[in-house]
Structure formats: C-alpha cells, structure tokens
C-alpha cells in the first residue's frame, strides 16, 4: 500500500505528534497527584480514562452512526490504542518515570518494521539514523555501562508491552482511511477506560481500595480543566497526525516525550538529571530532528551548489 499525502498536512501531521510527545512527557505528573490523593496505583488512571469519557460522552451519542459505522475495524484501532496508553500510564506508577517512558520508546523499532512488512512502506536513511541515535541516547541514560537495561518489574514490563502494543496502533491507524480521527479519539477513550479498569482489577501490588465519591470530587477541580485544556486536544492531534505518516516517524517525532520527561522527572520526582541524562536527552531530540535536520543540509547544499554554477 503506498502513501502519500499533501505535504502541507504531513508537517502538520508531524507537529500534532510532536505535540502530542510533549504533552506526554508530563502527563505522569498528575498520574502521580492522583496516586498520592488516595488513587491507589491503577485507579489514578482509570480516572484519568474516565474524565475524559464523561466530557466526551454527548459528542459520542452525537456521532454514534459513524462510530457504528466504523465497525469491527475501528474498534480494534480503540482497543490497541487504549490498551497501549493505559498500560503506559501504569508503568509511570508502578516503575521509576525514566524507565517506563524508555521502554515504552522502543516503539520506533517495533513501528519502523511493522511498517516495511504489513504496510511495504521504505525506510529512509534519516530514520535509520533517527533510530540509532534514539536508542543511543535511551542506552545512555539507562546507563548501558552497569548492563544491559532489562525489564526488571511489572512497570518496566508495561512500558515495554505498551510500545510494541503502540506500534500495532500506529500501522492501523496508518492503514485506515475509512474513520476520522474524531471517531478514533472516541474509541480510544471508551476502550482505554476498559483497559485501566482491568489492569487495576489486577493484584499486581495487593488489592488497591477503590476510592471514594469524596477522593474523586475533591480532584475535580484542577482535573477537569487540564483533562479539557491539554489532553483531549493533544489526544485529538495524535489520532489525527498518525494516519498521515509512516509509523516510525511517529514514534521517533513521540521521543521529545522522552526529553521533558527526563527534565520535569528530575525537576518534581527526584530523579537524577546529571551529564549522563543531559546526553542522553540531546541525542534523542537530535533523534526527533534528523529528518528536517537531513533536508535542511541537501537543501542549503543544493543552493551552495547552484551559487557556485
């Protein structure tokens, strides 16, 4: 199947995922507000699943022939695409921030090769390089040279689960040009809500009391206006963005994740943040850069070419 959008929209398409990376990279905070409020483990982020639902709830009686019209197909892209953030955001509670969003970003692998099989989509010398140097920088900060950074919990395991589930995502999303990303964002919300509610049924830590009407009202507050302001628009964005471009690229353009991640994780969680994290972080954003940063150097070589004719 081949591919090839305008390229108005494929910039776009490239920024909303890079957006919506950033806006990832701090969503483990209010995970982890929650988780000291009394929503013990899982069941911060079955509220933070549920909120959402609850705003969009009207819009998705609105729409519901074109959710029903989607059928099986769009379903399954909720369902691997809720899976997949759900159990992301449990991996921020039940591992360090660092190692869940590392392993979760093992994801441009599992997406680039998804792709050139199920999709036949080429793989650019710019995302070759992209990935190595995304990888590189994921090994620097893990610290590669006390040994190789292995899932060592059931966080750790999550993060990585969730990336590969992620990659599924992204080809089906990439692969559809049936639904719209309205309609995707609809099903991403119900199915990540059935998702977190089935991990956090999960003894992985005990059984965690559910929280209190109290715990949940008293949360509201600042919950609500983040959940409107910043994540349905940054969700919206990245099931609009995806479709447009190659799985890998996103997963790459989803590493500046990685990099705020890092900063506000040392900033608010007492992570460490020394030399190792600083190259670590500039090596991956350089990742997320290496396509313009490739196009930019033929452009202003062809230009030096044509100057000197």
Do not use: H
């Not at 950074?149 to 089906?172: E, Q, S, Y």
């Not at 040009?177 to 964002?185: G, I, L, M, R, Y």
Request: aromatic share 12%; hydrophobic share 55%; charged share 15%.
């Amino acid at each position: 199947m081949s591919f090839s959008p305008d390229k108005s929209n494929e910039t776009n398409a490239k920024l909303a995922c890079m957006y919506g990376g950033l806006i990832w990279g701090v969503f483990w905070i209010p995970l982890r507000l929650l988780d000291k409020a009394g929503f013990s483990d899982a069941w911060a982020t079955v509220i933070f699943f549920t909120v959402p639902l609850a705003i969009c709830l009207p819009f998705m009686i609105w729409r519901w022939r074109y959710i029903l019209k989607g059928g099986w197909r769009l379903q399954l892209i909720g369902l691997v695409s809720g899976v997949s953030m759900a159990l992301y955001s449990d991996a921020v509670l039940y591992t360090e921030v660092i190692r869940g969003m590392l392993l979760f970003y093992m994801t441009p692998v599992w997406s680039t090769l998804l792709a050139r099989v199920w999709l036949k989509e080429e793989v650019s010398r710019a995302q070759v390089m992209a990935i190595i140097l995304g990888l590189g920088g994921m090994l620097v900060i893990f610290g590669i040279d006390v040994g190789v950074p292995w899932p060592r919990n059931v966080g750790d395991w999550m993060g990585l689960a969730a990336g590969l589930i992620w990659a599924v995502a992204a080809v089906l999303l990439r692969d559809d040009n049936q639904n719209s990303a309205v309609e995707f964002t609809f099903v991403y919300i119900i199915w990540g809500v059935i998702a977190a509610l089935v991990i956090a049924l999960m003894p992985f830590s005990g059984t965690p009391p559910v929280p209190s009407v109290a715990i949940i009202t008293g949360e509201l507050l600042w919950l609500l206006p983040l959940i409107i302001i910043l994540v349905i628009p940054a969700v919206y964005l990245v099931m609009w963005g995806t479709p447009l471009l190659n799985p890998g690229v996103v997963g790459i353009l989803f590493m500046t994740e990685i990099s705020v991640g890092t900063v506000t994780a040392a900033l608010w969680a007492d992570e460490p943040f020394g030399a190792r994290e600083m190259l670590g972080v500039g090596l991956i954003t350089l990742a997320g850069l290496m396509e313009v940063l490739i196009k930019t150097g033929r452009q202003l070589l062809r230009f030096s070419f044509l100057r000197k004719r």
